[in-house]
């Protein structure tokens, strides 16, 4: 079941159903005791010498550790699994768009019974399919007779349906029978071809929900890379039941600190552990687990809400009302004090002076305005050149372009 929290920090540290606590306890007490009987075991039977050369089997599994890339491995190995989980949830198949495209087609008392046999083979369709991949709704539906005690299915559809000889599944029985109803309306003249086009690409729409939660279930993440992220991460923690243990003998004790208890060792165990553990509990989100899919949830809900679309709001019309509509929106007390911000855009400060604002056209434009950059580099080197004649008389008069150019460059 889907894990629902609302509540602050330290609130939410002590959950237990789907928490970290839940998901690494096991683990962090079976380690725990090895890491003590190793521990107990270095202590009572090992000599002076027996410990020294124990420290050295912990030095070594100490730099041994270095060389796992765990934090890379669970990364990348989460970052796939989360993506692929989020995808299956959105190929969830909902029929409320379907049914709004057959209440607005087929409207009427005299297209009743049709709405109401297309609704029911939505449902119908989706605990077929959702059998196939859901533990939740296959312990639900165990057998097909199943189906027809719910009501979902009667009985001469059953018995169709079972004389179906299909090697590949039967799962999309339900849509072709759905497309087949809409075939008759059509050619009865309840619907014209458009209207028939659209509710058929809606059809279509719903069942691929199914058909990809079905390649999802039949096309796993390689089983080389599960088993890669699992002995690396179990491995590390084996080699810390070492490599993690307080060095007793006399140099040790004498030149280090010594601590029983494996406290940062434990810290890793809870966020490596618990990240193996995300990545291993939404790998399969159709199982029983604690923040697994409810698809027995959503059958329900599809189930009463294209029950309502087919009957009680397929004609329903409320009266219209003269009244003008209040373009304001009152708030209550609570909902006022929580102060909105309005979003602006990132050229609302922006202001231009009176100067810049005016309207010019090039001819109105002096020279400066109007100058190219080579222009002005010119007329810069003209302009000295000239102050310096004035100052002395043997430098030439710049009287046409070659001359200048020549003394520019």
Partial sequence: MTIWYEEEFSS???RWRGSLWKAVL?????????YYIILFSQWYFLDEEGKEYFTGWIEWCEIG???IPLSFLLGFFVAVIVARWWEQFNWISWPDKMMIMVSACLPGPENLVIRQTIARWSSLQAAIAWSGISVRTLKRFPTERHLV?????????HKMYTELDSPHGKWFVPIIWIVNILKK??????IDSIQFDMILKHVYSYRDGFAMLFVYDWIKIPLVYTQVVAIATYGYFFICLIGRQPKINQSGMKNEVTIMFPIFTTFQMLFYLGWLKVGQYLMNPFGEDDDDFELN???DRNTAIAHVMATELADQLPPLSEAAMNPSIPHTRAS???QDIIPKNHLTGFQLTNREMEMVTPKHLDGTETESPKDKSNNFWKKSLNKAKRGNKDVPEIGN???TEELTK
């Fill in 149 to 157: 005690d719910s009501g979902l299915m009667t009985e001469e559809e």
């Fill in 401 to 403: 372009t070659s001359e």
């Fill in 65 to 67: 550790l270095q060389y």
């Fill in 297 to 299: 949830y959503i059958l």
């Fill in 336 to 338: 006022f004090k929580i």
């Fill in 185 to 190: 309306a059509y050619q009865q003249g309840r």
């Fill in 12 to 14: 939410l540290l002590l």
């Fill in 26 to 34: 096991k683990d962090l007490m079976a380690f725990y005791v090895g």
